[in-house]
């Protein structure tokens, strides 16, 4: 009998707390934005620093993640005017935005345009808008930036002035971007007065306010606002309405720098104290150690070596005195600054996210990293300090896998710089290197056309580690038009992973690429694997109790994960009342997929108080078009026990001549004689009640190869007893053994008053036929195998939900291909695979 788990009786109580921060957290986030409004930024930014303090507690979904960032982004643009971390904020909050199809993705977007504008780089603006993700935003708000970000670099009033009358609505309506640009119109009126006062002493008003073509009086009111600032010095007659402009008068700036003088000699003079001090430690040490052996001969003095240039060193750039000002520490700063003075990092180029991460990293680690940051090729590196996060996060995952050892820049080949160049000054593309991936890309230049979509996309395996885009790209461009190429690469070694992600402008040249390319001979024994790159939206999630249905489901994991579009379960064979203890969940984009499986995968939660398992679903390979549309099938499920194949043939009937009807269980096929009924019938009877039953009607797919299916299945079943017994820390033989987790009540140490043999996750051999009877303890868990000692994924039943025998038929317990495939109806070697259902649909 199945026992709860004692946290089960908790989770009501967990899930007010949840729900509880939830709501705290929004709360917070919109204290925030009130007190940015009422221009009280201090209270803003507490506000918010506690809404990312509850964030960090709980599940942060996608969306309240974005608005998160955006808020951060918006206090960072306006407290510190600092837009450079403003923007990076912007762009995860479109990110994020983006990947829930939310409409403030646009705002977002908006906000880095804004970001880059005050930033003064219209370049980044045209490179922004142009990217592949920004192209589906294109609309009146973006020409409306993009026309902004031009009469900014021009220092045009009048352009600035007509893109605001154009799009009013558009620029106004939001009080950020509207704060911003008041801000960017007065430096810009600041710069235009000041250009046409610059050549005169003494000038007319009127003069002034024609020629910059706006009113005498506001003018006048600019000009004396300027002089109170000190923009420029004069006084302002406005009896005659004339503008006295004089020199600055000197000033006197000898005590100043005198003072600033005595401040840098004093850092010096610490700084060579510390040093002297360090080497006279480091010399009594050494010489303590060598004792007698250490004299030099004949005089019976301790021998010295002085080396030089320990003490005298090149001095310090003013970017390491704000490096130690932010916190960092000596040595850190100092190499930091070593790497300025090469000319390949700037120290605009860092943001506070780097900075910050460097600070809370070990001294060590943190010289190691920057050593291993200097030796990297940083020509196409566009986000230094991003690239830098990804050095120190690498060295984290190989510190944790025991590889002190950083491996030589020598040891990966390198790609061809020349060639490389030569393909970007030819295509007019972008090369954008991260420590993740190598991503070239366009679109190409003056493309008018849609973003390629479903279909344009192919995936590029088996690609030998060491080769890159300068032999890549040329090989794929004889296809047709590349829009991007993705070469992902290995952090840890500094190689590709081995695969990449070509995306052309038609899916024609996708197809063709597939044609010629698919086992071609790149290298001599290397073959390329080139197919059609289909985003994976399911994922296979295991061990959920029977008796929830669908919509509970659905609600369920709608909670924990953002994007979800469907819930796919099968029924019992036993009682159609309950699932299979198991589902798949669709998502509406391959990134909302990944999140999720990201966010379910950790082991750390559980739904109904089961531990979940969490996988990607099987691959299905969808027929292509042309084959298709000469589909004259009908795929209907959820139908009742009581629906005969007569009824349905009945009911299709009414639509055209039906040549025969196949039930299997649950659902059935029904073909037609003419194309044109049939996909009359699916439209008009899909969601009809037959018998009871919503039904619902669709084109099956023409049947898959049997073999390619079973041999599918049988991945998946490995797969998943492998993740099982990772889980439960104990091995998984192929049948038999020590299967699934130890039986109620028993540790993995003690089995039934025997020790555990095959604790820990390496035992991988097969139990021996014939030996069920000398299973320790002497008790088999539930599922057991035909011949076998644990059936596999069997064990405990609050652990996995297994037990029940299970067809090996391709196509698991349903298949929307036709029948004449097996799907569904199996053979008789099910007995030997037991511990729970198949894990593919």
């Known amino acids: 009998m199945f026992e709860f788990p004692p946290f089960f009786f908790r989770l009501n109580s967990a899930d007010s707390d949840r729900s509880f921060l939830r709501r705290h957290f929004e709360v917070q986030l919109l204290e925030s934005k009130t007190y940015h409004a009422l221009s009280n930024l201090p209270k803003a930014r507490a506000a918010l620093t506690s809404a990312r ?21 918006v206090l960072h643009a306006a407290d510190e005017r600092d837009f450079k971390t403003a923007y990076s904020y912007f762009y995860e909050a479109f990110e994020g935005y983006d990947s829930v199809e939310s409409g403030r993705a646009l705002t977002a977007l908006k906000y880095m345009l804004l970001s880059k504008i005050m930033l003064n780089t219209p370049d980044d603006v045209a490179n922004i808008v142009s990217g592949k993700l920004a192209l589906k935003y294109a609309g009146r708000h973006i020409d409306a930036m993009k026309m902004v970000a031009t009469s900014s670099h021009k220092r045009s009033l009048a352009d600035f002035k007509l893109a605001l009358e154009m799009y009013g609505a ?106 002297a001090k360090k080497l006279s430690a480091e010399t009594a040490a050494a010489a303590t150690q060598q004792g007698e052996s250490g004299m030099a001969e004949g005089n019976g003095e ?4 002085q080396k030089e240039g320990e003490v005298d060193k090149e001095p ?42 460097l600070k809370e990293f070990p001294v060590d680690g943190a010289l190691n990293v920057l050593t291993q940051f200097l030796d990297s090729n940083l020509e196409h590196v566009s986000n230094k300090s991003a690239f830098l996060c990804g050095v120190m996060k690498t060295y ?44 070239y890309g366009g679109p190409p230049p003056n493309w008018e056309k849609p973003t390629p979509g479903n279909g344009c996309e192919v995936f590029c395996g088996k690609i030998p580690r060491d080769m890159y885009e300068d032999e890549l790209i040329p090989l794929f461009e004889k296809c047709g038009v590349i829009w991007d190429l993705r070469l992902m690469m ?26 010629e390319l698919d086992s071609y001979e790149i290298k001599p024994g290397k073959t390329l694997k080139v197919n059609i790159s289909v985003p994976n939206l399911r994922l296979f999630v295991g061990n959920i109790p029977k008796s929830r249905g669908k919509e509970e489901i659905m609600e369920e994991f709608g909670k924990l994960t953002a994007g979800l579009t469907e819930v796919i379960i099968y029924s019992s064979p ?24 990201r966010r379910l995968g950790t082991g750390r939660v559980k739904v109904w108080g089961c531990d979940i398992i969490v996988d990607w679903a099987d691959p299905q390979e969808e027929p292509d078009e042309e084959t298709m549309s000469k589909v004259k099938v009908l795929y209907v499920r959820n139908l009742t026990q009581d629906c005969s194949e007569e009824k349905l043939k009945e009911a299709f009937e009414s639509f055209g001549k039906v040549e025969r009807v196949k039930k299997i269980k649950d659902y059935a096929f029904v073909h037609f004689e003419d194309r044109d009924q049939a996909l009359t019938a699916m439209n008009e009877l899909n969601g009809k009640d037959i018998n009871g039953a919503h039904i619902e009607v669709s084109l099956a797919k023409p049947p898959s190869d049997k073999k390619k299916k079973e041999e599918m299945l049988r991945a998946r079943e490995r797969r998943m007893m492998q993740m099982i017994g990772q889980r439960a820390g104990i091995g998984i033989g192929p049948r038999g053994g020590p299967g699934g987790t130890p039986l109620r009540g028993l540790t993995r140490g003690d089995y039934g008053g025997f020790p555990w043999p095959w604790g820990g996750s390496a035992w991988q051999g097969r139990w021996p036929a014939g030996n069920a009877a000398a299973w320790p303890g ?64």
Request: glycine share 12%; proline share 4%; charged share 25%.
């Open 302 to 305: 301790p021998k010295m070596d």
């Open 778 to 841: 002497g008790a088999q868990p539930r599922g057991a195998g035909q011949r076998g000692g644990g059936g596999g994924a069997a064990g405990a039943a609050n652990t996995w939900q297994g037990g029940q025998q299970q067809q090996r038929g391709a196509g698991g317990p349903q298949s929307n291909s036709w029948p004449n495939n097996g799907g569904g109806a199996g053979g008789q070697r099910g007995r030997q695979v037991a511990g729970g259902p198949k894990f593919t649909r």
């Open 490 to 515: 290995d952090p840890m070694t500094g190689q590709n992973r081995g695969y990449a992600f070509v995306t052309f402008t038609t899916r024609d040249a996708a197809q063709q690429a597939v044609r």
């Open 574 to 597: 036993d009682d159609k009342k309950k699932n299979r203890g198991f589902c798949f969940l669709e998502y509406e984009s391959h990134k909302a997929a990944s999140l999720a499986k």
């Open 53 to 73: 303090t509850t964030a960090n507690s709980i599940y942060c979904a996608p969306k309240m993640q974005a608005a998160l960032d955006l808020q951060s982004g």
């Open 396 to 439: 984290r995952q190989k510190s944790r896998a025991g590889q002190t050892s950083q491996v030589p820049s020598s040891a990966a080949k390198a790609p061809d710089e020349d060639k490389i160049r030569a393909i970007l000054d030819r295509t007019g593309y972008t090369l954008d290197v991260t420590t993740g991936q190598r991503k």
């Open 170 to 275: 558009e620029l106004k309506n939001d009080p950020i971007v509207r704060a911003h640009l008041d801000t960017l119109y007065d430096t810009m009126l600041e710069q235009n007065l000041c250009r046409i006062i610059e050549p005169y002493s003494r000038v007319q008003v009127d003069f002034i306010a024609k020629t910059i073509a706006l009113p005498m009086g506001q003018v006048e009111k600019k000009l004396s606002q300027m002089i109170l600032d000190k923009k420029f010095h004069g006084i302002l007659d406005q009896g005659e309405g004339v503008l006295v402009v004089f020199e600055e008068t000197p000033v006197d700036k000898t005590f100043e720098s005198s003072l600033e003088t005595i401040h840098s000699m004093g850092k010096v003079v610490d700084s060579l104290y510390h040093k």
């Open 316 to 357: 310090h750039s003013e970017d390491h005195g704000k490096l130690i000002e932010y916190g960092l520490d000596e040595k850190v700063a100092s190499k930091l600054d070593e790497i300025y003075k090469t000319g390949k990092l700037a120290h605009a180029d860092l943001d506070e996210r780097a900075l910050d991460a």
